[in-house]
């Protein structure tokens, strides 16, 4: 069983980004594997059984309702609603780990895949 998880941290304050909708979808079957949201800590952690490994996965993270719900009127106004992470998981039972440091016009994202 493979697992993704990710952890959200807002670049304007330093804080974990909570409460952001997230949904995984495999590309080749258009099957939604997960709809969830970050926990209070800015986390995510959700087993995927069986990913199949030539497979394309979009793991969709709907950020503009949080920075909506953020933004002080006087700041610029977010135009990303979305961030969109396209990957694979070669490794059934493989760890994928993709963290996002957001802004409210931008992200960092970055992935990694400990052993076991």
Avoid: C
């Amino acid at each position: 069983m493979a697992r993704v998880s990710s952890h959200t941290l807002n670049s304007v304050d330093g804080s974990h980004a909570a409460g952001i909708k997230v949904s995984l979808r495999n590309l080749d079957t258009q099957e939604t594997l997960f709809e969830t949201e970050m926990d209070q800590g800015g986390r995510l952690s959700e087993e995927i059984v069986n990913p199949e490994g030539r497979a394309q996965y979009e793991l969709v993270f709907e950020t503009g309702a949080y920075w909506q719900s953020h933004l002080d009127k006087m700041e610029s106004a977010s135009i990303m609603k979305e961030i969109v992470i396209r990957f694979s998981m070669p490794d059934a039972d493989g760890r994928y780990h993709i963290p996002l440091i957001l802004a409210p016009n931008g992200y960092s994202v970055w992935s990694s895949t400990p052993e076991g």
